[in-house]
């Protein structure tokens, strides 16, 4: 059975950080592309950052060059969303997803919130 545990999410000021984790269970991380998605209220879901299987070669928003950083952890079968120099309009639900055999998972969602 699959599913996609996030956690790590808070409030933060401007300019802080932030680590999000997404524990995953039922599979192997390091065999499916793994993403982080984020869904700010009244606007659609967007992909945030992407890391590949083989090789795990990664993508990111254009709005979060630079400041975020995606990674994976394969003895703990987790993946990471470093979050860097957040802006308030990274404000936000962030989702866990993988595609694995034609369906799609996601997480339950963790709330960040940038906010002086």
């Known amino acids: 059975q699959v599913q996609l545990v996030e956690s790590g999410g808070g409030l933060v000021q401007p300019g802080g950080s932030l680590r999000l984790s997404c524990a995953a269970s039922g599979f192997t991380v390091s065999m499916y592309a793994m993403s982080w998605y984020r869904q700010a209220p009244g606007k659609e879901r967007e992909l945030v950052a992407a890391?590949?299987?083989?090789?795990?070669?990664?993508n990111y928003a254009d709005s979060v060059k630079g400041r975020f950083s995606i990674s994976r952890d394969n003895a703990k079968n987790t993946v990471y969303l470093q979050m860097n120099s957040l802006k308030p309009e990274d404000t936000a639900v962030y989702l866990c997803y993988v595609k694995r055999w034609f369906v799609d998972y996601w997480g339950q969602g963790t709330q960040v919130t940038v906010s002086s």
């Open positions: 890391i590949t299987s083989a090789g795990g070669s990664t």
